[in-house]
């Protein structure tokens, strides 16, 4: 929408926002969709990438081609132990990262390949505070041993 429609409908008591201002949802309600959103999508995008339907997902974990639909769109009739478990049943892997008042987030975040840094609004500088770091995504290939070896000179 362009800026002069929208200082129209503004002027003519229309307010503009996103479904959270609406629905007026706080931080922690927010928090939750957005984390059930993600790991539904997660799901899909780890069920197509080994090549199953969603009925072949449903048999691995007991439940019917519709309920995995469901589970995929994040619908609200779906719990997020429901959308976690076909998450889990294909591999997938969340970690979480809570930094203590000592240590930073990008001090941490090397600590956990493929994160994404999530910080909270009430956070203190530096990257000091209240943060948590969640990484959602495809199971990660275990790293083999390497041993290192002292050279004689």
């Known amino acids: ?25 706080n931080a922690a309600e927010r928090e939750l969709i957005e984390i059930r959103q993600h790991l539904a999508g997660e799901t ?11 009925s072949d997902l449903g048999k691995r974990i007991s439940t019917t081609q519709p309920r995995v639909a469901l589970i995929e769109a994040a619908a609200k009739e779906v719990s997020l132990d429901q959308i976690a478990k076909a998450f889990f049943a294909l591999g997938g892997r969340v970690s979480f990262v809570v930094p203590s008042d000592e ?10 390949p493929g994160a994404v840094r999530t910080k909270s609004p009430k956070a203190g500088p530096g990257g000091r505070g209240k943060f948590i770091q969640v990484a959602i995504g495809p199971p990660v290939e275990k790293a083999k041993a390497v041993r290192k070896r002292k050279v004689k000179s």
């Open 1 to 25: 929408m362009d800026a002069e429609k929208r200082a129209n409908l503004e002027s003519h008591g229309w307010k503009f926002g996103d479904a959270a201002e609406f629905l007026q949802l």
């Open 44 to 54: 899909k995008r780890l069920r197509e990438r080994q090549g199953l339907n969603q």
């Open 103 to 112: 240590g930073s987030v990008e001090a941490l975040v090397g600590k956990a």
